[in-house]
């Protein structure tokens, strides 16, 4: 195992994954900037208060077969002291990954960790997380993407599912169910509920709505955590680029924000094109493939409506408001859900409503290093 510390370790952790998917159609190379983010200290903010490793594998012909990250991250709250790992990339043989998994809890018991959960991010569940066990489909922006056999690799370990990750996808076109109709046309006779989408030119209006309805409706999915306006700010100005005003939507009861659906284009439909690199040239034809490309899916990232208005309809309102945009005026015929976990059954609810189908399933994993210690998976939300 080497650890990653120069230039040239850090092209062979990203051009080991390049290897090992060159036959694979439905591989996309993620950006090696959005990879090497996670790793830098004036990027991560987690780093702040955490650590991480990532290693390279070599063969005996110094040609690298693996690769793996582990990281503490004290924000990461579990029932025993949590570590993470990430980033894994193996061939197809189990006495490599047992090295790189062992490696992995070595570095972890060294710093106080009880168990680690894979394969996971170095921060937020948005991006790098979970492990594909169903559809292998070209994967989403930020998505985790990989072999079947990496499913035998941990479990034959040891790992436990500690949650599952579920995503959904309909067709723009769909024809939603009679309900939605008649809860849509409920809210909208009240007079009291209106939706509209974001607009560019008001990002800080919008940020703090989303941060009021966020820390009533989801603070608690993230281990109580909330957040600052000043942090969707920021978070909006990011997404401005890409972002499509008229899929970003919010909903009001007497001008109060209680809820909001958030959807971007898949970027990987143009990042797809780039391999890997995003540098001038690379930026100047995503500019073209944005202007002149094709982009017909979009996809769920986050929708939240807060707890008094839950179950009154507001999702069928918002999302047949939308529809009316979405649905008649852009040119986008397929829609993915980012994924739900499964300790999230009210959600998983709400999705289904939509009479969708199930995607791709992605699984996160837990070890205990405690082989005695009772697994418990995610508590139900």
Not at 304 to 325: R, W
Request: proline fraction near 4%; glycine fraction near 6%.
């Amino acid at each position: 195992m080497h650890e990653v510390s120069t230039a040239a370790d850090k092209k062979a952790f990203l051009d080991m994954a390049v290897g090992l998917y060159k036959d694979d159609p439905n591989y996309i190379r993620p950006l090696d900037k959005d990879i090497e983010e996670v790793f830098d200290p004036e990027k991560n903010k987690f780093l702040k208060k955490g650590a991480c490793i990532r290693w390279v594998l070599f063969d005996d012909n110094n040609k690298p077969i693996g690769r793996v990250a582990a990281f503490v991250n004290k924000q990461y709250k579990e029932e025993q002291p949590t570590g993470g790992i990430g980033f894994f990339e193996c061939i197809n043989n189990q006495e490599a990954a047992y090295l790189m998994f062992d490696h992995c809890k070595d570095w972890l018991q060294q710093r106080g960790m009880e168990a680690m959960d894979g394969p996971i991010n170095f921060g937020e569940r948005d991006k790098w997380w979970g492990l594909v066990i169903e559809g292998f489909a070209e994967p989403l922006y930020g998505m985790n993407y990989n072999p079947p056999y990496y499913k035998d690799l941990f479990e034959s370990y040891g790992f436990q599912v500690f949650f599952n990750q579920i995503c959904f996808s309909a067709p723009l076109n769909h024809h939603f169910s009679d309900k939605y109709y008649t809860r849509h046309q409920k809210l909208l006779e009240d007079g009291n509920f209106k939706a509209i989408h974001i607009k560019k030119d008001q990002l800080p209006r919008f940020a703090k709505d989303f941060a009021i309805i966020y820390n009533k409706a989801w603070a608690s999915h993230g281990g109580g955590k909330t957040l600052e306006e000043r942090q969707v700010v920021k978070m909006f100005e990011s997404m401005k680029p890409v972002m499509d005003e008229r899929v970003i939507w919010f909903t009001y009861y007497k001008d109060e924000p209680i809820a909001f659906w958030v959807n971007l284009p898949d970027l990987n439909q143009f990042f797809k094109h780039l391999n890997g690199k995003f540098g001038l040239l690379q930026k100047l034809k995503f500019l073209y493939l944005q202007r002149f490309g094709k982009c017909d899916r979009i996809v769920g990232i986050v929708f939240g409506i807060i707890p008094e208005y839950q179950g009154k309809g507001v999702d069928a309102f918002m999302i047949m408001e939308a529809a009316k945009v979405i649905q008649n005026d852009l040119s986008y015929t397929k829609f993915e859900m980012q994924w739900i976990g499964d300790f999230n059954p009210k959600m998983i609810n709400v999705a289904e409503t939509l009479d969708p189908v199930r995607s791709r399933i992605l699984s996160t994993y837990r070890y205990l290093f405690d082989r005695d210690k009772e697994f418990k998976r995610h508590r139900v939300l």
